[in-house]
């Protein structure tokens, strides 16, 4: 009889646990459902651990600043003109030229002539210039001599303030300016303008002659100089 009993209890203490057991495990499948229907259809308050990301230490790169423009035969300014030039008409302003390396300047297409003393333009003017079989010639040229009272030996004409460009005889030099004249291929500027350029220019300054060539500030002068001595 004691036996009996024996396994009808063993036998009800197992159906117990088992109950026990899958509740348990029913509990925990409907958790694990639960929170994976949380993450899957946002409904839930479950949220994802933000990942942490490795940031590489990167130190900042100074600003290098752009070196001064200070070479001699850089435009640093120009004057200040409104307008085209007109024949017999000059600008003379020497207040920003400071000391330094002269050049002079022709564009021949716009028929003007600028004077650079240290990069800054301190004088420009209307020029004639040579046609025809006697054209001005284009190049750079050294002023090889000076006569402020030179006569043409060719023309037997005067030639106030004379600097000598070629060993021909074309050279920059005063003369009448006005509208319908021309040189035999010399650049005639204002007889006022060329006694002013006469007193600034050496032996050895170069004449650069070009047709249409514009510079502006920050350019070369001379081709091939740089932007800082």
Not at 137 to 163: Q, R, W
Not at 167 to 180: A, F, P, T
Not at 198 to 225: C, E, H
Request: proline letters at 7%.
């Amino acid at each position: 009889m004691d036996s009996v009993f024996s396994f009808i209890g063993n036998r009800w203490l197992r159906r117990l646990f088992g109950t026990v057991a899958m509740g348990l495990a029913s509990m925990l499948a409907f958790h694990v459902g639960h929170d994976a229907a949380q993450l899957l259809f946002g409904n839930g308050q479950a949220e994802a651990a933000p990942a942490k990301v490795a940031m590489a230490s990167v130190k900042p790169v100074a600003a290098i600043a752009p070196k001064p423009v200070d070479s001699p035969f850089v435009v640093k300014s120009i004057l200040k003109i409104d307008g085209p030039i007109r024949f017999g008409e000059f600008f003379w302003d020497e207040s920003q030229g400071t000391p330094g390396p002269l050049v002079v300047t022709v564009d021949l297409e716009a028929r003007t002539l600028s004077v650079f003393r240290n990069g800054h333009e301190i004088g420009a003017t209307a020029i004639l210039k040579g046609y025809g079989d006697k054209p001005t010639p284009t190049g750079v040229f050294p002023i090889s001599e000076k006569d402020a009272d030179h006569v043409s030996n060719l023309y037997d004409a005067p030639m106030p303030y004379m600097l000598r460009l070629t060993n021909d005889g074309v050279s920059i030099h005063g003369s009448k300016v006005e509208r319908g004249y021309a040189t035999n291929g010399c650049i005639g500027v204002p007889d006022e303008f060329a006694r002013r350029l006469f007193a600034q220019a050496t032996l050895g300054d170069k004449v650069i002659i070009t047709d249409g060539k514009r510079i502006g500030v920050g350019d070369p002068i001379m081709a091939g100089s740089d932007h800082a001595s």
